[in-house]
């Protein structure tokens, strides 16, 4: 059985910083680990992924912001989120992509005040 665990999540001020971590338990073949976010009334949305190779990518809207990385020996995934604004306010889900199908992490929520 796979399980994910995040932390992180948390009050913040615009412009203040975050950083979140997932780590990943059970028997797991990872094709990639990453992060995406859903606010109220919106749809999941991917901000971040990683592939064992540390190839990346990200969303257009946290790009220069936001840093993806990863520690393979242990299975987590980190995000480092910085110049937060209220935008960023949401549910951030921990995914692990795998060759027979995704997990998701329980979310954590990330709220950013004005």
């Known amino acids: 059985q796979v399980q994910l665990v995040e932390s992180g999540g948390g009050l913040v001020q615009a412009g203040g910083s975050l950083s979140l971590s997932c780590a990943a338990s059970?028997?797991?073949?990872?094709?990639?680990m990453g992060w995406s976010r859903q606010a109220p009334g919106k749809q999941r949305e991917l901000v971040a992924v990683?592939?064992?190779?540390?190839?990346?990518n990200y969303a257009d809207f946290v790009k220069g912001r936001f840093t993806i990385s990863q520690n393979k020996a242990r299975n987590t995934v980190y995000l480092r989120m910085n110049s937060l604004s209220p935008e960023d306010s949401a549910v951030y889900y921990c995914r692990v992509v795998a060759p027979y199908g995704d997990h998701w992490g329980q979310g954590t929520q990330v709220t950013v005040s004005s």
């Open positions: 990683i592939r064992p190779d540390g190839s990346t």
């Open positions: 059970g028997r797991l073949s990872i094709s990639a």
